[in-house]
């Protein structure tokens, strides 16, 4: 085991993520650039050789009163059912819980729930599991997401998947005359400000523009595009899809309350979905949806919307995670849970 301490050991390690099978943009250098707030850590697991074998990419943030948390979203990338390799990086992790005097490390791995050899490994390796969560707020990173494999598919494979009503909709963005361009970092001002009307419409909290500008100077052109959605010439819709190694994830998107009927944003999830395919990618990742499926549930409109394009409901293990001081950790739960509740009935309130 060792650490990335350097420019040579982190295109290495790079190099090692783009090619997994398990790669999660994520776990990238580029994003941990992104959360430029967090300290960042890269543990590594190697062979005998010293090549890489696995790796987790580890956030580290002091919370007031409370103390340093470690944080992996969507780590680790290896082979998750190989106990020597697990054990390795969690080696690591607890090589960094001493040298940042931790309170906890916690993992929102993209592993499925009903993998039972893994819940034994990481239960082996002093890990606990938190699986109970269904809403969004609950958690950091969704439990739950649709996800469309693509790998080795073509367009119209994927699109005859697709609900008929996805199709129709599609084809009636089209035939009115919605057309979809790639922006600049310049048109991230329209984005957001789109952004800013979705979030007052549908009650969440959006992240200033700096942030998204932070995205892209770190990820763009390869690995972060823009795609807006015009009619008659006035921006009406936009997403921004990212692309590593074998996937390409949805990650943020926003339209405008004027045109919604026009179906923008059937015609980009399209658009996106065929970048994905012409990247010859494995996955295509519609991200979070609740695991509350109920139609009379606020986001069963989202849920509805992302399984018409023919994606599976996956259901995600949740939080796993070491306490190491589990007397503050648990007080800093219950003080995290009520910050989460307030924020959100402050939101509500707004709306």
């Known amino acids: 085991m060792r650490f990335v301490t350097d420019e040579k050991s982190q295109n290495e390690y790079k190099e090692f993520l783009e090619k997994h099978e398990r790669c999660n943009f994520q776990q990238s250098p580029e994003w941990a650039k992104v959360k430029s707030n967090w300290i960042n850590e890269t543990v590594l697991a190697e062979d005998e050789n010293g090549k890489i074998i696995g790796a987790v990419n580890v956030l580290i943030r002091k919370i007031p009163i409370f103390g340093n948390i470690m944080y992996s979203s969507r780590g680790p990338t290896c082979d998750i ?3 020597a390799v697990m054990k390795q990086l969690t080696d690591g992790i607890k090589e960094l819980a001493k040298k940042y005097k931790a309170i906890v490390y916690k993992a929102e791995p993209d592993i499925e729930s ?54 129709y909709n599609i ?69 921004i899809p990212i692309m590593y190694g074998n996937k390409t994830w949805y990650l943020y998107g926003a339209s405008s309350n004027k045109h919604r009927n026009l179906m923008p944003n059937y015609l980009l999830q399209w658009e996106m979905i065929k970048m994905a395919i012409a990247r010859k990618d494995d ?8 695991g ?23 259901e995600f293990i949740g939080e796993v995670y070491i306490p190491f001081k589990p007397l503050t950790y648990s007080i800093y739960k219950i003080a995290e849970k009520t910050f989460r509740n307030v924020r959100a009935i402050k939101t509500k309130f707004k709306k």
Not at 204 to 215: D, G, N, T, V
Not at 283 to 290: A, E, L, M, T, W
Not at 295 to 301: I, L, V
């Open 292 to 314: 509350v499926v109920d139609e009379n549930h606020p986001q069963y409109g989202l849920y509805r919307f992302k399984k018409g394009f023919g994606a599976t409901f996956t």
């Open 283 to 290: 996955i295509y990742d519609f991200r979070g949806v609740s």
């Open 114 to 167: 009903k993998d039972e050899e893994f819940r034994k490994i990481v239960t082996n390796l002093g890990y606990k599991i938190k699986d109970d969560a269904k809403n969004f707020r609950e958690e950091i990173q969704p439990r739950y997401v649709f996800r469309l494999d693509i790998k080795g598919k073509t367009e119209d494979e994927i699109f005859a998947n697709f609900h008929s009503k996805t199709r």
């Open 81 to 83: 059912h190989d106990i």
């Open 171 to 239: 084809r009636l963005a089209t035939k009115k005359g919605v057309t979809v361009k790639e922006g600049n970092r310049e048109d991230l001002k329209i984005f957001h400000k789109i952004m800013i009307e979705t979030g007052a419409r549908d009650g969440f909290i959006i992240r200033p523009l700096s942030y998204f500008e932070k995205m892209y100077d770190e990820l763009a052109p390869e690995h972060m595009k823009l795609l807006l959605a015009y009619y008659d010439g006035q921006p009406i819709s936009g997403v």
